[in-house]
């Protein structure tokens, strides 16, 4: 058990130990069963979407969803294409389908990353940095002057310890030894309450946002046809679901539509509610303070 507070000597630097570290991981401990429901919550409508395989070096379907491949046994990934850590994963499990190729050639457990991983660890790192500024002032001040940060930044004095990594490969690890052998659909049954609970707090925020800048007729137009080819060359669902909101956001910016331009077509596409809310969010967070 970690504890919340240190000796005069831990503070004074007599032990050299990243307690920093070993709190983050005390605090992604406590929030596991949070980090699974996301992660079930994130793979809900996997199962729909097509089952993409490697030909001749090129990406290509396979003329099947991802559930139907699952349903009938078969691998959804390609040892050239997946992780190591990944592999020899039960045919239709959730790691299966983590290492199975999506449309543009990348896993999807690429996305996970992007969309789970990542932000749970940040979350998890700024908990625990919060929680040693209030109860260990001594040793978070002298931490945050040794990486040359300003203690109150607390977002800073985090991307300055690097924490965040190695809690990533934490995260993914626990989520693999929870998730890892279980069925896609039944993870995806598992996660479809959270799922609609996220689309709803999606759908509040959009209509809480302000409108979208407004484009001319001819300039709308030709975003938007950018916009379709984007889609139909990212094989994402019609209407696009939340989960697939990194994936449509990518194919928009490939295809080489503006952050204005992106927000103007959201309202013309077919997508869901949560998933417009949560590409103007992605956007929000990628832009510059």
Not at 13 to 26: A, E, K, N
Not at 76 to 104: I, M, V
Not at 112 to 117: A, N, Q, R
Not at 118 to 142: G, N
Request: overall charge negative; proline content about 6%.
């Amino acid at each position: 058990m970690i504890r919340d507070s240190v000796t005069p000597e831990e503070s004074a630097g007599v032990f050299d130990v990243d307690w920093m570290g070993m709190l983050s991981r005390q605090v992604l401990r406590e929030e596991v069963a949070g980090l699974v429901a996301e992660a079930c919550a994130w793979a809900v409508g996997l199962s729909d979407q097509p089952h993409y395989r490697r030909r001749s070096g090129a990406v290509a379907a396979s003329g099947l969803t991802i559930g139907e491949r699952a349903a009938n046994g078969q691998l959804l990934a390609e040892e050239a294409d997946g992780r190591l850590e990944l592999g020899d994963a039960r045919p239709g499990s959730f790691q299966d389908a983590l290492n199975a190729l999506g449309s543009d050639g990348r896993i999807h457990a690429d996305r996970f990353d992007d969309d789970v991983l990542h932000p749970f660890a940040h979350r998890i790192c700024l908990a625990a940095a919060d929680r040693a500024r209030r109860s260990r002032a001594a040793a978070w001040a002298e931490l945050a002057d040794d990486l040359g940060e300003d203690q109150s930044d607390v977002a800073d004095v985090v991307r300055a310890g690097g924490w965040e990594g190695p809690l990533r490969m934490e995260a993914e690890h626990l989520v693999l030894a929870a998730l890892g052998d279980v069925p896609l659909i039944e993870v995806e049954a598992e996660g479809l309450p959270l799922s609609l609970v996220r689309a709803a707090e999606a759908a509040a925020r959009a209509a809480a946002a302000p409108p979208p800048p407004a484009l001319g007729d001819d300039e709308l137009a030709g975003a938007l046809f950018l916009a379709d080819a984007a889609m139909r060359d990212a094989g994402v669902a019609v209407p696009v679901p939340e989960p697939q909101a990194g994936r449509l956001l990518e194919a928009l910016l490939l295809e080489g539509l503006q952050a204005a331009e992106v927000r103007a077509v959201l309202a013309h596409l077919p997508v869901e509610a949560g998933t417009a809310a949560k590409v103007t969010a992605l956007m929000e967070a990628a832009e510059p303070d």
